[in-house]
T-cell receptor, first 111, second 111 residues
Framework: KQEVTQIPAALSVPEGENLVLNCSFT??????LQWFRQDPGKGLTSLLL?????REQTSGRLNASLDKSSGRSTLYIAASQPGDSATYLC??????????FGTGTRLQVFP | NAGVMQNPRHLVRRRGQEARLRCSPM?????VYWYRQLPEEGLKFMVYLQKENIIDESGMPKERFSAEFPKEGPSILRIQQVVRGDSAAYFC?????????FGPGTRLLVL
């Protein structure tokens, strides 16, 4: 049974810092991995999707890497801003269907 | 193209009542997923539907819960005889190719 773990559970940093969020999964036979952002009381916004054959994806200040064999992914956020404050979720799928989510990292970036 | 729509956004029910949650996928999307997020927990898959078909309901409780996605109209998640433990945020997502797009969620509170 696939289990997805995210550490840290919470993170508070000053504006401008570069930071790394971690995601690990127990079954490496994934189809893809996705990072989402969830704002309080809101839905999920997809940030990056990495196919199992890929090593990383980049979008603006965000970079996600995938090491499928070791069951790990990291989300790197460069030059953090207060607007980045949210909960970040990673999720894996084993084919083109349901997502298995981690419990998230709650990020607060203070001015 | 409007995003995934869910209504109501907030729903209050007393124990024993029925809850009906609706999800309208993005235009042209024929795959719908329902997920549940209990307080302080991650999202858990419930059910995956295509038009008029349930593809995977492995995450849905066997009793009191049902889902449908008719040929016309929104997908419906129905919870009969609600209990306090059903209080949660219920999200639906529609899928295009390999990306799932999430709605804003319905927050159900059972008194």
């Amino acid at each position: 049974k696939q289990e997805v773990t995210q550490i840290p559970a919470a993170l508070s940093v000053p504006e401008g810092e570069n930071l790394v969020l971690n995601c690990s999964f127990t079954d490496s036979a994934i189809y893809n991995l996705q990072w989402f952002r969830q704002d309080p009381g809101k839905g999920l916004t997809s940030l990056l999707l990495i196919q199992s054959s890929q090593r990383e994806q980049t979008s603006g200040r965000l970079n996600a890497s995938l090491d499928k064999s070791s069951g790990r992914s990291t989300l790197y956020i460069a030059a953090s801003q207060p607007g980045d404050s949210a909960t970040y979720l990673c999720a894996v799928s084993h084919n083109t269907d349901k997502l298995i989510f981690g419990t998230g990292t709650r990020l607060q970036v203070f001015p | 193209n409007a995003g995934v729509m869910q209504n109501p956004r907030h729903l209050v029910r007393r124990r024993g009542q029925e809850a009906r949650l609706r999800c309208s996928p993005m235009k042209g999307h024929s795959h719908v997923y329902w997920y549940r997020q209990l307080p302080e927990e991650g999202l858990k898959f419930m059910v995956y539907l295509q038009k008029e078909n349930i593809i995977d309901e492995s995450g849905m409780p066997k009793e009191r819960f049902s889902a449908e996605f008719p040929k016309e109209g929104p997908s419906i998640l129905r919870i009969q005889q609600v209990v306090r433990g059903d209080s949660a945020a219920y999200f639906c997502a529609s899928q295009y190719q390999e990306t799932q797009y999430f709605g804003p969620g319905t927050r159900l509170l059972v008194l």
